[in-house]
């Protein structure tokens, strides 16, 4: 059974930075990309990038690209999502999710299997 579980969200100082995990056990890799979002209080769940497990290129969302990286370890079964200056805007609740077999990749119906999330509070 496949299942994904992020970690590190915590409460920081705005201008810190912040690397969450997202383990994938059961899943196999090759062909699969795993996405990041968000939701902030009171708004929609926010597309922020996705990553290849199979080669690993990576796209994030262009106003985000200067803070916001995503990279993955095949052998450790994980996706990370290095954040960097982060600001009090970025405080969300942070998950990681499975691309599914079809629709848009920006658009959280395009993912099929996603984690419980954690939390990031950024205070400034």
């Known amino acids: 059974q496949v299942q994904l579980v992020e970690s590190g969200g915590k409460s920081v100082q705005a201008g810190s930075s912040l690397k969450l995990s997202c383990g994938f056990s059961?899943?196999?890799?090759?062909?699969?990309?795993m996405g990041w979002f968000r939701r902030a209080p009171g708004k929609e769940r926010e597309f922020l990038g996705v990553?290849?497990?199979?080669?690993?290129?990576?796209f994030v969302v262009h106003r985000l690209q200067d803070r916001f990286t995503i990279s993955r370890d095949n052998a450790k079964s994980q996706v990370y999502l290095q954040m960097n200056s982060l600001k009090a805007e970025d405080t969300a609740t942070y998950y990681c999710?499975?691309?599914?077999?079809?629709?848009?990749?920006?658009?959280?119906?395009?993912?099929?299997?996603w984690g419980q999330g954690t939390q990031v509070t950024v205070t400034s």
């Open positions: 990553i290849s497990l199979n080669d690993g290129s990576t």
């Open positions: 999710a499975r691309r599914g077999p079809e629709g848009s990749i920006t658009d959280s119906r395009g993912y099929d299997l």
């Open positions: 059961g899943l196999t890799i090759s062909s699969r990309r």
